[in-house]
């Protein structure tokens, strides 16, 4: 294909996208040619700029302490309930916000854990992101458990057959990502929810790549827990409050040990002994951030407007015009894709190996590509479907064609 | 004292007080006629919007993921390193930004009694603030340890004598408040830390209700660990992240459970095996909002101008007042003063009980007189130096006045 027959073709995809205004609603940052990482840092929209400074002037500074007993108290659940609604197919009272991902993922993990005491093992995927593998390597330590990987042939992703195998009588947990954090492998969440089960083994689901990209159905999958990230496709800013799903008739036999008084039955009481919140809040230890919230909380509003099927559509397409252009021009020249061919199989991102993309970064972040770098040398292209345009894609995929041509 | 000539009291106070402009830069509620409560949220600074707002579209909008290489992967450790110089009489590479403070509580903790495995009670203040004793609770529950209580007549204030008279072989870590969330009594924090010390325990400070309205000299004081809430005095906003203080030589035997990718000696190496960084930032666990540390980083800056000791100078000055008007005004009605009478001795609120103070709650609110209530009976009057004026801690109490004799 010509370079003008390729604009062409990136022009009419985003003519034919019907969520391409959306992309005007996000910052634009006026170096940037093609951004290549909303799944690490998504765009902040517009809007919320001047929400949270209307926040902080009006609400918190106008509001002041009056404004706990006036939504805040309630923020942390109310928000949760709306991630439920909108991007993970869970009923009300059974999602919070708060604490980092890892935090979460720690309690959660100690929660899912204490479900069956005399079990042993926890089973985890080889090649998850490091700290999802670190976590468990702190709760295995501290409570004396032996943890099980199951090999990832696909850069991380895992196929549930090979969960199945991997459980048995001494499985307590089994920990995974929904999304693979390299490849973009997706797995079955049912089926390797299923497979665990079947073992009496709780699962707990990491939706960091997934949520707000993928339809995602907590509650038809029947999971147990799961905890996932904000500042990626939700768009919540760097090092935004994570989230906590539990199910609902699971939460009066889980316990986390980070007793805090937010999540504490009644925070006021100001009482001898902690008593757990009876529902979702018991995940809760101190006071989360509200300020931080905020961000989270317009994304949801717009993901809602767009709805995620529309939104899964556009990031099938993004990913499929990657692939198609990297095999048009990046394969040739030696670089290997990383990442699942079928669209099905594939999360909002893609990601391609070569020898020479560690040191071509520099070169690209001049010419306003930024794209993400996984090490050996993976560059990651993350397709964030309600920011990213076609014309990105190819502008992208271009500049990397270029880039290795003048190393090579 | 007439009202008129009491007026001109707390007109002419400040009028003469160094400090006085600075309210000034801090936004104003329009209806609030007495803000008492700064001691559980800050009022924000009125530059702190804008700031935000910019941070938001130039910096998160502007810098995208590049952000992360040009500051934010530092924050942590840079604003606590500000926050060590201004405030906590600090070295630097010794205080960490992030997470709540509970869960900074529990990981300083866990840190505490892993320093001493043999060792088998940790010693902590009846009357400390729930957080505080939930915590310990739940890592006494999961480590099988004793916690030993210190009776706290001072309305949760401890003695450093009491200190010493509790601690024994046998204490892993003394966990204690610097100023008592009720009553305001100020703990000698180098005797109470000597104190320990002697019996071979390690000491956790909670800093919270002291952190930018009294001098705090961590490293001349001898501490061991501290943590601290931004919310109050710092004027970070609801739920701001908290900080962890560790002393230097301590730092290569304080372990935490909680790995996560950002404690990591190298977050980005990807790598098999958790290892935690040689520094501070192994307290880290997962990202931490920077969007969320801010305004912290504003207030600071407003501190480090007016000066940590100009600031307590005002804290003396401002409680000494209240307690004057108390006596005259509020003791003739059976109201009783629950904050030590020597300002040495005093944090920077006034607590006052009366059986009538719950009911009067919501007049007072309707009146723009916005006071903290602690159960059972106490009203909490929190005067932020660099925000209270002298005229509304005279509004403040005339008010609880005025209340008490329409119930009366």
Redesign the interface.
Known sequence: MTRGSRSERAASLDEADPLTTFRHR?????D?VA?L?GN??G??L?E???R???F??ET?????????DEG?MEEPVRLGDELGRVVLGAGPGQTVV??????LL?KAVRAAVALAPSRTEVVFAAGD???D???L???AA?LGLTLVPIETPHDGGVDPDRVAAAVGPDTAAVVLSHVAYRSAFVTDVAAATAAAHAAGAAVVWDLSHSVGALPVHLDDWDVDLAVG?S?KYLSG??????FLFARRDLLPRLHQ??????G?DQ????????APDPGIRRFL????????MR?IRDMLEVIDEAGVDAIRAKSERLTAFAVELVDELLTPLGVRLASPRDPAMRGSHVTTDHAAFPAMLPAL?RDGI?P?F??PDGLRLGLAPLSTSFAEVEAGVLAIRDALRRTG
Do not use: K
Not at 60 to 68: A, K, N, T, V
Not at 285 to 292: E, F, L, N, Q
């Open positions: 996000f910052v634009r940052a006026d940037v951004y990482d690490s840092l765009r902040p517009a919320t700029s001047a949270l400074a209307r902080v002037g918190w500074g106008g509001r002041l302490i009056r404004g706990w805040w708060g604490d980092s991902t890892s935090v720690y992101f490091p700290t593998r670190f976590v390597q702190g709760v501290e990230c500042y800013g760097p090092g935004a409050p994570a040990p980070i007793q805090g008084w937010m504490a925070p006021f009481a100001m009482g001898e002994r902690y230890s101190g006071t989360p951030s509200i300020v931080a961000p972040h930024v993400d996984r090490r």
